[in-house]
C-alpha cells in the first residue's frame, strides 16, 4: 500500500510505536529535524550494520573510516561546496515564505495561487538570489571570518583527504574502497515529506578507488551491487527503479550518475546514488593542499591519480523506504490490522513473548523465555496486557515477526506456540530450542 494517506498514517504510527518523534516536541518542535525512539533506533542500527557487512566485513577490498564532522575550511574550497552548493532561493513579498525556485511546481506555494483559509490568493515572489546549504560555526571564542568551519554536508571529502592514510595504513592496492557511516548537515530551504528530505541526516557512502581506464566496469559492478542489496532488505523489485542522468543533469565532477529510484506515495525518488567522480577530488585537494595525492603501483612503479567510483545512501532516507514498504493494512477473519512486514533480520523486536494468562506459573515461564532470548542477543519483548489478540496486533503494528504464547500445554510437555506475523502460520517448539529456531531464520544472506 502507498497512496497519498500513506505518509500521514506512518507519521502517526511511527509517533505511537515509538520508532520516530519531532525534535525538541514539546517546545513545538525542530524544523525538520527527527529524534529516534526505542524501536526507531534499533531498526537504524539494524540497518546499519546490514550495509556495513555487505560493504566491509564481507569484502577484503573496502576498509572502514570514521572522519571528523568538523574538517579544515579548504577542505569545502576545493571540493566547490563553498563556492557551488547552492539553491536558488525567491520569497514571497505578501506571505515572506520562501522557496526553492526550481521546484516551485512541487511546492504548496509558489506561482499558483493558495487556497488556504486566510492566506493571499497568489504569491508575489521577488528575483532568485544564491543560498549556500552549509551550516557554518566558528571554531574557538572568536567568530570571525577566520575561525569558519562548517557542519560537514557530505561524508566523502572525509575518504578523499584521507586516501593515502588508508591506503598506507591497511596495505591496501588499487582498486580499493573507503566506507563510512555517518552525520551531515544542509540547511535545506524546503525539506519536507517525513524523513525524505532533513537538515540533520546520516549517510552511508562509500568511494572506490580505480585506475583511469577501468572505472566504467566499476560503475557498472557497483550499481548492480547496490540495487541487489536493497532487494535484499524485502524491498519490493516493483516499487525500484533506474534513472540515468542526462547530460545536463550531471553534477560539475560527474562522468556518469545513475539514481537507484523508489517509487514514495509521493512518486519516483532517489533512494540511492551511483556515480563516475573521475580523478576530480583527488586532483583538487591535491592542488589545494599542495600535498601529491598519486597511487604508485608497488609492482610496476605506475604513478596516477585513481578515479572514484561512489555509492552514495541516505540512512534516514532507506529506513524510511523500509517502512513504506512495509506497510500495509489487512482484513483478518473480520477484523482490520495494521501491519509493518519488516525483514526479520532489520525489525527492531524479533520475538514478542505472552502468557496466555496470567495464572498458573505461566506469566514466570514467558517472562523467563524473554530474559533468556535477550541473554542470547536477541531483542524480545514481554507483554502480558490486554486480550492475546491485543497483543497480537500490537506487535503486527511494531513490525515484530514471531510472537511466542506459554500456554498450559507449556507445563505439561515444555513447548510453546510460535506465530507467524505475514503467514499467521503457528507451530509448536520446545521452550529450550526457540533462540535457534529463530536464529536459522535471522541469517543474513
Known sequence: MADKDTMEKLVSLAKRRGYIFQSSEIYGGTGSVWDYGPLGTELKRNLKERWWSRMVHQRDDVEGLDAAILMHPKVWEASGHVEGFTDPLVECRVCKKRFREDTLAD???????????????????????????????????????????????????????????????????VPFGIAQIGKAFRNEITPGNFIFRTREFEQAEMQFFVKPGTDD??????????????????????????????PDE?????????????????????????????????????????????????????????????????????????????????????????????????APIKVAVFPLVKKDGLPEIADRLARELRKAAIPSFYDESGSIGRRYRRQDEAGTPWCVTVDGQTAEDGTVTIRDRDSLEQVRVDTSKVADWVRERLTVE
Open 107 to 173: 511546492q504548496a506555494c509558489g506561482r499558483k495561487p493558495s487556497k488556504a483559509p486566510g492566506e493571499h490568493d497568489a504569491c508575489e515572489l521577488g528575483e532568485p538570489r544564491l543560498f549556500n546549504l552549509m551550516f557554518r560555526t566558528f571554531i574557538g571564542p572568536v567568530e570571525d571570518q577566520g575561525h569558519t568551519v562548517y557542519l560537514r554536508p557530505e561524508t566523502a571529502q572525509g575518504s578523499y583527504v584521507n586516501f593515502l592514510n588508508v591506503q598506507t595504513a591497511a596495505r591496501q592496492k
Open 217 to 246: 566496469e566499476w560503475f557498472d559492478y557497483w550499481l548492480e551491487e547496490r540495487l541487489e542489496w536493497h532487494k535484499s532488505l524485502g524491498i519490493d523489485p516493483q516499487r525500484l527503479r533506474l534513472d540515468e542522468h542526462g
Open 250 to 346: 550531471l553534477a560539475h565532477y560527474a562522468k556518469k550518475a545513475v539514481d537507484i529510484q523508489y517509487h514514495f506515495p509521493f512518486g519516483w525518488k532517489e533512494l540511492e546514488g551511483i556515480h563516475n567522480r573521475t580523478d576530480f577530488d583527488l586532483a583538487r585537494h591535491e592542488e589545494y593542499s599542495g600535498k601529491r595525492l598519486e597511487y604508485i603501483d608497488s609492482g610496476g612503479g605506475e604513478r596516477f591519480i585513481p578515479y572514484v567510483v561512489e555509492t552514495a545512501a541516505g540512512v534516514d532516507r532507506t529506513l524510511l523506504v523500509l517502512l513504506v514498504d512495509a506497510y500495509r493494512e489487512e482484513e483478518v477473519e473480520g477484523d482490520e490490522r495494521v501491519v509493518l512486514g519488516l525483514h526479520p533480520s532489520v
